[in-house]
């Protein structure tokens, strides 16, 4: 059984690991603002989807894309508009060489369709799945052939014997869909072969056996399974700039595991101290960090998100959407620092500093050191709330594990408070 002592080093690292992870969790999903992860994404699986893996056959996925209901999930910054015209001539060059080489076997990309949406920055981090289902079918019923678009001329133009005998038709011929899916197959059926939009499109479209209702519920649970795998590819990702990021942190501020929890094992008054700080956190964070799951899981269930990660609260109530990136990660600096923690690196021009052994000075101590590093790397990997529950739980548990005679004395002294 863990004695009191170990627990108590346990809770510092944890109070240490969290607040890194923090730090990391902000970092990253600056980065993910910045570059538009979520939206790159979203829009490289649209692009799969409906134009395949040749690159210059985009019209299906540029006009889905420039549909307004499409249009209306995001706002194109100053930053994105500027980028797009700085980029848009090197692609129409690059895809015009392309086009007169003779040797490029490709499909190739439309005349008017060199740059587009797809070629742009900007887009949504998210669409919901009813309006990717409708704007496929109204993306599909405007590329429907002339033939197609002469069926909805007005009654008072078509003869009436037509009329009267393609009713019939429909209600004799058990073999012949109703007509309200045969604008949008014809749609489909020119696509080029190598599109694999057409295969799945007709596949959906015979399974909805005349109906656009079922076919646009189709469509929805096509989108929906690809967006599960998506968000593995994003997860991925994330976790692989996660352990860049943490690997960063973790050498920038010096931050060895193994030195870290000696001096906890070795210095009573530092380790109590580190206990106290990390009762306060777990007092200041909890009430907030629910309200953020919360939030969180109810975003979830209601639209499909391109998102893995969890934003813990700072230690009131603001939220941190509210507060700078830069302004958190100094506060949780500074909350690390007042510790007094062997974290960080000594400052050359302070000599009379005393030497915490935050630099080695043997072969052996750099191995160690080492180590250090990477058990911290590994460990902010796991992310804020994993260290969050795990800092709570040891909380809990140091407390269930105190000596009667300092519960007595906590309790006298809580009452002691209160009364006055």
């Not at 990021?245 to 000696?262: C, E, G, P, Q, R």
């Not at 960090?289 to 934003?311: D, I, K």
């Not at 923690?341 to 080492?370: E, K």
């Not at 105190?402 to 309790?411: D, I, Y």
């Amino acid at each position: 059984m863990l004695n009191l002592q170990m627990i108590e080093v346990g809770i510092g690292l944890a109070l240490i690991y969290f607040l890194l992870s923090i730090i990391v969790s902000t970092i990253n999903e600056a980065i993910a603002r910045i570059w538009e992860m979520r939206a790159a994404t979203l829009k490289v699986a649209i692009k799969q989807m409906l134009g395949g893996e040749y690159e210059e056959q985009v019209e299906l996925a540029t006009k889905f894309y420039q549909h307004s209901l499409i249009k209306s999930l995001f706002h194109e910054g100053t930053f994105d508009n500027a980028y797009n015209k700085r980029k848009k001539p090197r692609v129409e060059a690059r895809v015009k060489a392309r086009r007169a080489s003779r040797s490029f076997t490709q499909p190739v990309r439309a005349a008017g369709f060199e740059f587009t949406a797809l070629d742009s920055r900007g887009g949504p981090s998210y669409i919901p799945s009813t309006t990717f289902a409708k704007t496929i079918v109204s993306v599909l019923k405007e590329q429907a052939s002339p033939e197609a678009q002469k069926k909805s001329a007005p009654l008072d133009e078509k003869p009436l014997g037509d009329l009267f005998t393609n009713w019939l038709k429909q209600r004799l011929t058990a073999d012949n869909p109703p007509a309200e899916l045969e604008d949008i197959r014809k749609a489909v059926e020119q696509l080029p072969n190598e599109n694999p939009a057409r295969q799945a499109l007709l596949t959906l479209l015979d399974d909805a056996q005349g109906s656009l209702d079922r076919f646009e519920a189709n469509l929805e649970a096509w989108f929906n399974t690809t967006m599960e795998r998506v968000s593995g590819w994003y997860k991925r990702k994330l976790q692989l700039i996660t352990l860049v990021i943490a690997a960063v942190v973790t050498l920038a501020l010096n931050v060895d595991t193994i030195l870290i929890a000696n001096t906890l094992y070795r210095d009573p008054t530092l380790r109590q101290a580190v206990v106290t700080a990390a009762e306060k956190r777990v007092a200041a964070t909890q009430e907030s960090t629910v309200q953020a799951t919360e939030m969180l899981s109810t975003t979830v269930g209601s639209l499909t998100v391109l998102t893995t990660t969890t934003t813990i609260s700072p230690t009131s109530a603001i939220s941190p959407t509210q507060t700078a990136p830069l302004t958190q990660i100094d506060g949780y600096i500074t909350e690390l620092y007042a510790l007094q923690l062997p974290v960080g690196w000594p400052d050359p021009q302070n000599r009379d500093a005393p030497d915490l052994g935050l630099v080695p000075h043997t072969f052996v101590g750099w191995l160690s050191r080492i180590g250090g590093w990477l058990l911290t790397i590994f460990a902010l990997a796991l992310g804020a709330p994993f260290w969050f529950d795990m800092l709570n739980k040891l909380v809990n548990l140091r407390g269930a594990g105190e000596p009667e005679e300092k519960k007595t004395t906590k309790t006298t002294a809580e009452l002691r408070g209160r009364s006055r």
